[in-house]
């Protein structure tokens, strides 16, 4: 079984350090949830994860494999991949344009078209608007559409910020549930979600950050009650 772990990592912007040396770590075919605070740097942890942040301090390793400060791409064929904040789909480029963005690591494009049509069948929505702009779709669809994206690579993990953020209570659950089913794909997931409400009780492991440092750690049982998790957002342990 795969293992992504996180071992004291420092990371910041500029010369502001925003993340002081946090350890955390995600099995393959569980759902692990950062929780915390806005602000308290749980982007910046999961970036600088995925390579797509420079990482001070400590390491980031995919098994064996250490990837802090390898170059994104290096760090997709090692198997991870960020889904950021938003989808980060681009909004004039196709459904399929975005699709084919998700294989730009793969040197096979025959390789990448057939994944693409393997996996557009599990998202009938995708599959009747292949040739519409990304940005006309809604925001559950762009969020399909970003989870598809992320597929094409084959991951072992994938890194999600907050992929309920903007949806409809509905779509909410449709995504989370998505997210899910990966996970009986083996895949490992790591997710920050400002909806703790909704993310708890899919959660096998969780971490709070609070004013960049964990504050806990442990699976959702451990959890007392909803004040707990108040007192630490607070500051508090
Ligand atoms: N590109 C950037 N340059 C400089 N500072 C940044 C940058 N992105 C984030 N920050 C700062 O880093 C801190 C942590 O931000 P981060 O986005 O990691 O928090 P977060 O816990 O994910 O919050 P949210 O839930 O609001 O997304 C904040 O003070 C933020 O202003």
Partial sequence: MSRLAAENVVTGYGKQEIVHGVSLSAEAGQITCIFGPNGCGKSTLLKAIAGALPVWGGSARLD??????????????????????????????????????????????????????????????????????????????????????????????????EPSAGLSPAMVIETLERITTLTEQGIGILMVEQNIREAMPIADRLYILAAGEKRFEGSPGDVRDDRQIMDIYMGGA
Avoid: C, W
């Fill in 64 to 161: 064996d494999t250490v990837l802090s400060n390898l170059p994104v791409h290096e760090v997709v064929r090692q198997g991870l991949v960020l889904m950021p904040q938003g989808g980060g789909v681009f909004p004039r480029l196709t459904v399929m344009e975005n699709l084919r963005m998700g294989g730009y690591a793969i040197a096979d494009k025959r390789l990448v078209e057939s994944r693409i049509e393997a996996l557009i069948e599990q998202y009938p929505s995708l599959a009747r608007r292949r040739r519409t702009a990304a940005g006309a779709l809604s925001g559950g669809e762009q969020a399909m559409l970003s989870l598809a994206r992320a597929l094409v690579s084959e991951p072992r993990f994938i890194l999600l910020d």
